[in-house]
């Protein structure tokens, strides 16, 4: 098994010989190990990764064309899987109207705190603060519930500021 190439250790996964796949796993796991180790700063994450990425290569196996070099699938597959961890792995921040409150006490909108908003950020601030649905207002100023709700949340966030600073 030294100096198979690609193409005949595939044929023989292909054919049923299992063995053969430990033989791409040992000679394959070190170069691949380090590309996802340079990515990650977890080593234990990092193995565990090397781990899914020999466990797909496997269920594909079957598709794989011999005829193609093992490494850059392996590298694909890697790419593939560090974006799916990322993404899974990904810091998010809530959008929630929640955002008003700091230590159990509702952010009162007072002259001096409006003072540091654009005056389309007091609006959508004014009317949802007057009882309208991000919907309603969303629908009046022409744009999308989500993009609302991040400009409210940016200025909910600069009042918030205003108040921490006293």
């Known amino acids: 098994m030294s100096t198979l190439s690609d193409k005949e250790v595939i044929t023989k996964i292909k054919e049923g010989e299992l063995d053969y796949f430990s033989y791409v796993v040992k000679k394959f796991t070190p170069r691949i190990l380090n590309f996802v180790s340079a990515r990650l700063f977890k080593k234990e994450e990092a193995d565990d990764l090397v781990q899914n990425i020999f466990i797909s290569f496997y269920k594909a196996i079957m598709r794989f ?80 519930v989500n993009t609302l709700k991040s400009k409210i949340r940016r200025a909910r966030l600069k009042v918030k500021k205003i108040y921490e600073e006293e």
């Open 65 to 144: 064309n011999e005829e193609k070099p093992i490494l850059p699938y392996l590298y694909e597959i890697a790419r593939n899987e560090l974006k799916m961890y990322y993404r899974s792995h990904k810091i998010t921040v809530p959008l929630k109207e929640e955002i008003t409150v700091i230590d159990s006490e509702e952010i009162v909108f007072d002259e001096s705190s409006l003072k540091v908003l654009d005056k389309h950020e007091r609006s959508y601030l004014l009317e949802i603060a007057d009882g309208y649905t991000y919907q309603e207002v969303a629908k009046k100023y022409k744009m999308s």
